[in-house]
């Protein structure tokens, strides 16, 4: 599972690129080159969401989009894997509480693996977590 989002990326009339989230209402970027503007995108788009979690407000899921100026952006780790330990877990319809108690650690130790703000999971814990949650962890590095 990943948590990533759909960018659109336009050309600017006065020279380089803007782009932005269309399920993400104001979080746009840009750049002089795509190149750029798809660093930054990975930028605005942690900031957006960690934003959206501190402020406890839902996160919208990414919508399929495809076409030639649709790019797919992932955000940085830190927000990224504590997003997804979360959606994990509500798909499966289990607590903050359940899983804790599955990986036998205090329930405040977990919260704070699903809150990108402070989140800092090991390998060994992501581990013992995907096995907790019926999961297999895989880690690429592209």
Partial sequence: MKIEYPLRIHKAEEGGYWAEFPDLPGCITEGDSEEEVLSMAKDALSGWLAVRFERN?????????????????????DVGIPLMIRKIRTELGLSQKEV????????QSYQAWEN??????????????AGAVGKKLVIEMV
């Avoid at 407000?57 to 780790?77: C, D, H, Q």
């Avoid at 804790?100 to 329930?107: D, G």
């Fill in 57 to 77: 407000f839902s996160i919208p899921e990414a919508k399929p989009l495809k076409g030639k100026s649709i790019r797919w952006v992932e955000p940085n780790p």
């Fill in 100 to 107: 804790a108690h599955r990986l036998h650690i205090a329930y």
């Fill in 116 to 129: 990108p703000n402070i989140a800092n999971p090991t390998l060994k814990q992501l581990s013992k977590l």
